[in-house]
């Protein structure tokens, strides 16, 4: 199954705390402290917004079943550009949420749709360029937990080639099996998962498991 899609949108304190006297009367003052985390979300919108002066083009993108690993080819391919994902909040306010605050004319209806698992990608590659390659580039992967079954899995009765120490486990994961001469048989024939039907956390187990 496809794992990211694409949606194109183009456009042309102060603190002062009074600390009790010591017996060495010794005062300790803590202004001018800001929190590290005001500080990265503070650069978070500055980074968005000089993107948004150093390419030419921006693109809303949405990822489904996000892996770590195809989220770093992505980021390997597109060394020239610059991909932005997770803060959606914080990267909303630099572009700017409303028309009079937003960065640049038309980014309010973005900032406004970056939702759930999506993201910004700054490019200046031609739009061709960018709907090319995310179409092209697919991967398979094991599901999860939640996901839904594109085909249904059924494992037919008999030995299966796993090492017999892993016979408990399988077991219990709600498969039919028994160990028969130090080899692992399925006693009769088991559907692991229906096209149409969500996966459970042991099914998508299974699927790893066996292979």
Known sequence: TLLYTIKFERYQGYYSIAMPKSKRDKVVSLTNTKKKG??????????????????????????????????????????????????????????????????????????????GKRGLLFTNESTDVVRGWFN??????????????????ELPSGPLDLPHSMEPQLRQLGLPTRLKDGVIVLEHDHTVCTAGKSFTTQQAVILVTIN
């Not at 697919?138 to 899995?153: I, L």
Request: proline share 1%; net charge positive; aromatic share 8%.
């Open 38 to 115: 005001y500080a990265t979300k503070t650069d978070l919108v500055t980074e968005v917004q000089e993107c948004c002066d150093k390419f030419n083009s921006l693109y809303l993108i949405e990822v489904h079943n996000e892996r770590n690993n195809l989220l770093k080819e992505i980021r390997n391919d597109w060394k020239n550009s610059r991909l932005f994902m997770g803060r959606n909040k914080v990267m909303a306010v630099g572009l700017g949420r409303t028309k009079e605050s937003e960065y640049k004319p038309n980014l309010h209806s973005i900032a406004n749709k970056l939702v």
């Open 136 to 153: 092209d580039h697919s991967r398979f992967c094991f599901a999860r937990s939640g996901s839904v079954a594109t085909e249904t899995v």
